[in-house]
C-alpha cells in the first residue's frame, strides 16, 4: 500500500480523497493555485504546494509542475480526481515514467477508451448495443454528408468529450454548420482536443449509467445503476438510484453485461457505463467516463462501498473483496448537486444532519466562490429504506441545508423533488428543458 498520495485536484473531491487516505492511514499532498491558497484541501493536507496561477491552464493543468511536487513530496501515487487530468492518458504515462502510480486505469486502455466515437467501435465489440453513429470527422464538410445517411435529429459531439461540453443537439443543416465551430472551439478549450463525431439523437430517453470496478486480477463488479435524466444544458442535477424506470429483469440483465464488457475492454479501476433508455425500454450504450463521477457519492450511500478507497486498493494491486452477488443495492438513494449560481463569499454554513445524510463540500465560512473553476459547491446524498421515504429526507435535508452569501440552486432542487414528474418517477432528458421553458411563459 501507498504511504503518501498527492492529490492533482481541489475542491470537494480533493477534499473527499484526503479524508479517505486519513482512515486508511495515507500521507496526503494537496496542490493549490494561487486563488486556492485558503481552500480546505490545503488545510487538511500533510502537505502543500502552490503550482501556479489562478487559470487552470497554468496550475491544475500543468503535468509538470504536479509530477514535480510528487517527486519533492515523496509522494507514491497521484490521484486525479474528476476533471483536469483525470482521463489524460499522457499525464497517467508521465507519472509513470517518474516512478509514480496513477490511480486510474491503464495509459493505453485509458487512450483506447478516451475517443468517445472509436469506443463505440470497441464496446459494440463487447457486447453492448451502440448509439448509431460516426468516428471523427475531418470537417463540417464530412458531418453534412454523414448526417444525410445517419438522418436528422442528431447529437454533435466532442471526441475526448465529458462533463455535457462540446454537445449539440442538431436538427437540419444549418444548425449543423451554426453548431460545427462552437462545439470545436468549447471542446478543444476544456479538453486540447477539437475532434468531434455525430451520432443518432435518442429523444425522448433517460440516461442511466453503470458504475464499475475491476482490479488488476481480471475481477469486475457493478454497483448498480444510476439515473441522471434530470439535467440542464447536459450538466446533471440531480441522480438517484436505483432508477424508477428500470426493472430488476432489467437490471440484472444491464449489470451482467456492464461487467462482462468491462474485463473484455481490459478495464481497471472505477469507471461509469452511460446509456440512453429510450420509451421502448432499450438500452443504448452512449459513453465510458475512466475516471470517478461527480456523482460515485450516491452510489456509495446505497451500496456502503467506498469507491475512493478501492480506487487507492485497486491501483496498489489489491483484489476486490466482494464478488457481484455481495453487492447490496436494496432501499433508494439520491443526491442533489448544489452549485452556485455566481459569486460571493461565504458568511453562514449549517450542514444538515441525521442517519443517512452526506453532504460532501470544500465550503469553510469566510471563504469565496472562485471565478475560476466550476460552480459545484456540494452534493447532498440521502438513503432511506424507500424512494418515497428517500424524497422526504431529501426535502427535510435541503430545508435544513443554509449557505448564506453566495447565491445558490437549494430551491430549484426543493421544487424538482416537489414536482409531479419526478416524485412519480415519470422524468427524462425532456424534464429541465419543458420546466425551463413553462418558466419562461410565465415571465
Known sequence: M????????????????????????????????????????????????????????????????????????????????????????????????????????????MESLSDKALLKKKAAQAGLTVIPGTLALSGPEQALAEAKRLRYPLMLKACAGGGGRGIRRIQDEEALLDAWPQAQAEAAAAFGDGSLYLE????????????????????????????????????????????????????EKLMSMGASAAKKLHYTGAGTMEFLLDKDGNFWFMEMNVRLQVEHTVTEMLTGIDIVKWQIRIAAGIPLAFSQKNIRTDGNAIECRINAGGCGTLRTLHVPGGPNVRFDTALVEGNSVSPFYDSLLGKLAVRAGTREEALRKMRAALSELVIDGIPCNIGEQMSILEDERFTTGAYDLTFIPLRDAAADRKT
Not at 200 to 229: F, M, T, W
Request: hydrophobic share 40%.
Open 2 to 109: 501507498f504511504s503518501r498520495i498527492l492529490i492533482a485536484n481541489r475542491g470537494e473531491i480533493a477534499v473527499r480523497i484526503i479524508r479517505a487516505c486519513r482512515e486508511m492511514g495515507i500521507g496526503t499532498v494537496a496542490v493549490y493555485s494561487e486563488a486556492d491558497r485558503d481552500a480546505l484541501h490545503v488545510q487538511l493536507a500533510d502537505q502543500s504546494f502552490c503550482i501556479g496561477r489562478a487559470p487552470a491552464a497554468e496550475s491544475y493543468l500543468d503535468e509538470n509542475q504536479i509530477i514535480r511536487a510528487a517527486l519533492v513530496s515523496g509522494a507514491q501515487a497521484i490521484h486525479p480526481g474528476y476533471g483536469f487530468l483525470s482521463e489524460n492518458a499522457h499525464f497517467a504515462r508521465e507519472c509513470r515514467r517518474n516512478g509514480i502510480c496513477f490511480i486510474g486505469p491503464d495509459p493505453d486502455v
Open 200 to 251: 443518432k439523437c435518442i429523444y425522448p430517453a433517460r440516461h442511466v449509467e453503470l458504475q464499475i470496478l475491476a482490479d488488476e486480477q481480471g475481477n469486475a463488479v457493478v454497483l448498480g445503476e444510476r439515473d441522471c435524466s434530470v439535467q440542464r444544458r447536459n450538466q446533471k442535477l440531480i441522480e438517484e438510484t436505483p432508477s424508477p424506470a428500470v426493472s430488476a429483469k432489467q437490471r
